[in-house]
């Protein structure tokens, strides 16, 4: 079987990498030509643990293919994937402007029968907006080539998201017809072997699933941080509140982890949109309105300790900060918290300095020189007046607080991620702030 994947970003590269490695040739096409001549030479473009060597294994077996000319491979294959980019607009609304692209060169130079398939995170409608667009390219053309449009949106955790597309707990897949269910399956049956646990639905209710289970799992988070924030005031323990509600079948234990806020390529994103599809349907979604505020302000809270130890006299302190990805086991640093702490603190004129064991590189690209770059967590906290700890990376879980309480000028750690244990850090003579207790 052969299928083609446009857009070579975190979804599509791992989309066809993992569909390549269970035997499917796969043709993944790019704009970027830089990007395309790397993967040839086995250069990934994104971290993501065992993707490079996967990305190497299928390329040298020639099952992965890398083109920048969609129309060269498109009469090759039975199903298309589009995976470009859906930027959010200004106004919050996703930015369809690739994704159409796609759609305009599918009608310009398709030849036969093909399954539009649509990965990206897409508004609610958008595949009939395809459809036209296709078919209005094939009407210009004269031509009455049968094809078909599908939704498949993704579900990938970063850091885990091989695993996820090996094993996936669902696949959702909205068509419109059976030849259209009937590829799906095919493809999809070599990772469901013993489960098959494709769910097939309309494509309506497959767009808007992904937008739901994203926004679902942002309200969880944001509600555990007013949560955490209000129990801090009170003098309850958010950790014993998480684990007496987590308990609970109803409810379960799964992002219930108050922290310094969500950041990534989805939560923020899809909230955004999902919010502005109220709005112009005229339903306006107010829970996730106030989801979005309090994740706004909740990548501030950092910050508000660290100022309101030091009385609002922040000129001159230099800062160590562990972390600056948006999660661990990635490099991602979109809508990162870190990014917000950074910026207020370096406005409050503090000296920075950064260790992140992958996202370093990212940073510099992203925001050069505003903060200085340790070699290791040790070098990071020397003559530090703070530690703040902004994403949970396995090696910062257990560093040696003597060491570090030997290096630093003031002893005052603010936890981000609520990791560590505060009567430790009581004995080992710092002052600590976390988050909800």
């Given at each position: 079987m052969k299928i083609a994947i446009v857009g070579t970003g975190y979804v599509g590269l791992v989309t066809g990498t993992c569909f390549a490695e269970m035997g499917t040739d796969v043709y993944c096409v790019d704009v970027d030509t830089q990007k395309i001549e790397n993967l040839k030479k086995g250069i990934i473009p994104i971290y993501e643990p065992g993707l490079e060597e996967m990305v190497k294994r299928s390329y040298q077996a020639d099952r992965l293919h890398f083109t920048t000319e969609l129309k060269d491979c498109l009469n090759e294959v039975e199903v298309l994937f589009s995976a470009v980019g859906t930027p959010p607009d200004e106004d919050g609304s996703a930015d369809l402007k690739y994704v159409l692209?796609?759609?305009?060169?599918i009608g310009?130079?398709?030849?036969?029968?093909?399954?539009?398939?649509?990965?990206s995170t897409v508004p609610v409608g958008t595949a009939q907006?395809?459809?036209q667009t296709i078919q209005h390219e094939l009407d210009l053309r004269e031509m009455d080539i049968p094809f078909d449009i599908a939704s498949n949106?993704?579900?990938?955790?970063?850091?885990?998201?091989i695993s996820d597309f090996m094993?996936?707990?669902?696949?959702v897949v909205g068509v419109e017809t059976e030849r259209a269910e009937a590829l799906m399956t095919k493809l999809y049956r070599p990772f469901l072997l013993n489960n098959f646990r494709v769910i097939y639905m309309d494509v309506p209710s497959a767009e808007m699933t992904k937008y739901a289970a994203n926004a679902m799992l942002a309200t969880r988070i944001s509600f555990m941080n007013d949560i955490a924030n209000l129990c801090?005031?009170?003098?309850?323990?958010?950790?014993m509140v998480r684990k007496g509600i987590g308990t609970d079948a109803r409810i379960g234990s799964r992002f219930l982890y108050p922290g310094c806020g969500y950041g990534g390529s989805c939560f923020p994103k899809?909230?955004?949109a999902l919010v502005k599809t109220g709005l112009v349907n005229g339903y306006p979604m107010r829970i996730l309105q106030a989801v979005e505020d309090v994740n706004e302000s909740q990548k501030t809270i950092l910050f508000d300790k660290l100022n309101k130890h030091y009385n609002g006299d922040l000129k001159g302190k230099k800062i160590a900060l562990w972390g600056l990805a948006f999660k661990p086991e990635t490099d991602d640093m979109r809508e990162a918290p870190s990014l917000v702490l950074i910026d207020k603190m370096v406005d409050a004129g503090c000296r920075v300095t950064a260790y992140d064991p992958i996202a370093m590189t990212?940073?510099?690209?992203?925001?050069g020189d505003k903060v200085d770059y340790a070699k290791d967590i040790y070098d990071s906290v020397v003559d530090a007046d703070a530690l703040v700890l902004v994403t949970e990376w396995k090696e910062f879980r257990m560093p040696s607080w003597n060491a570090i309480r030997k290096l630093m000028s003031v002893p005052l750690v603010i936890d981000g991620r609520n990791i560590y244990d505060k009567t430790e850090l009581a004995e080992n003579g710092f002052i600590y702030y976390c988050i909800g207790r």
């Open positions: 692209d796609v759609a305009r060169t310009r130079y398709m030849t036969k029968y093909l399954l539009v398939v649509t990965k907006i395809i459809k949106p993704e579900f990938l955790k970063e850091g885990t998201a094993s996936p707990d669902r696949v801090e005031i009170i003098g309850a323990d958010v950790n899809d909230v955004k990212e940073a510099k690209r992203r925001i």
